[in-house]
């Protein structure tokens, strides 16, 4: 395979992105205007360490306002990387998609252990090719094909007793696609950081 899934099995390390998370890549935006366009209070967007966004999350959680959730987001490569942890989906949320790729395009991957898990790949606002990460060759979108080739070369495909490590393979596909690996050392920068309403 041209892309080995394996360069993004630290994911599994880090408890919130492996249990529920959604990282969101959005091209031809700053973080600042990809915040906006989910709705966040500009007066209320601030740098924040990844530390520091872990806590604010929690603080939402332990308020047990489930409306609202915190975002993280830093640019790269000509795209802004959104994450999401514990709560809230930007790919699962129509609305948001809607805003955040409208007259771009984003890819979004959503991770719950307990649900289930969605890849989402968004342009001008309309979903073009979505799937289950454990279904990948059930797919709808506008163009549900459309990354059929990209997925085969990650080994997402239905081929064979099952798919293993699809959320580290869907990594995989973003990276087909962005053109970049969202890397570990990511994580060591400052965020800008705002709460955004999940509904």
Not at 42 to 68: A, L, P, W
Not at 90 to 113: A, K, P, W, Y
Request: glycine fraction near 8%; proline fraction near 4%; charged fraction near 25%.
């Amino acid at each position: 395979m041209t892309d080995s899934h394996e360069e993004f099995g630290w994911l599994a390390k880090y408890g919130p992105f492996y249990d529920v998370s959604c990282v969101t890549f959005a091209r031809s935006l700053s973080p600042r205007e990809a915040l906006t366009r989910l709705g966040a209070d500009s007066n209320g967007i601030g740098e924040v360490t990844f530390e520091e966004h872990q806590e604010r999350t929690m603080k939402y959680i332990d308020s047990e306002n489930m409306c609202t959730s915190y975002v993280g987001a830093l640019e790269t490569n000509g795209w802004t990387v959104l994450i999401q942890l514990w709560t809230g989906s930007i790919g699962l949320n129509r609305l948001q998609l809607r805003g955040l790729s409208q007259s771009t395009e984003v890819v979004s991957i959503s991770r719950n252990l307990h649900a289930t898990d969605y890849f989402v790949y968004a342009v001008d606002s309309e979903e073009i090719t979505c799937f289950d990460q454990l279904v990948p060759d059930t797919r709808w979108g506008g163009d549900p094909d459309r990354l059929v080739s990209e997925m085969r070369e990650v080994g997402l495909s239905w081929e064979g007793p099952g798919i293993d490590a699809p959320f580290p393979r869907s990594f995989a596909l973003a990276k087909k696609i962005t053109g970049f690996s969202f890397s570990e050392d990511m994580l060591s920068t400052r965020f800008l950081g705002a709460a955004i309403r999940d509904w």
